[in-house]
């Protein structure tokens, strides 16, 4: 299983506040390949699991913040998700 998909897994199966600080060191590996990652996080992002739009955004987060570039697109894929997303 990749990186990635291990933190959606902590994330989905979370019980204490220590497996998101698991989820995010895993996220922080996941961005040392900035484009790979920036592009998982553009599809998680649109997925019906909010496990896997937590990670995605989380994906996002820190590419944009390391790659001025990706900036743009991070952007306006958090503007769509906004638009669609609900609180619980």
Known sequence: MDVIAEAVELIRNATCPGDY??????????????????????????????????IGCDLLGSVAQAERSLREPVLLAALELAATETTR
Do not use: C, F, I
């Open 21 to 54: 600080d698991q989820a995010w060191e895993l996220v922080a590996k996941a961005t040392e390949d900035r484009r790979t990652a920036a592009g998982r996080g553009l599809a998680l992002v649109r997925s019906p699991d909010p496990a896997e739009r937590r």
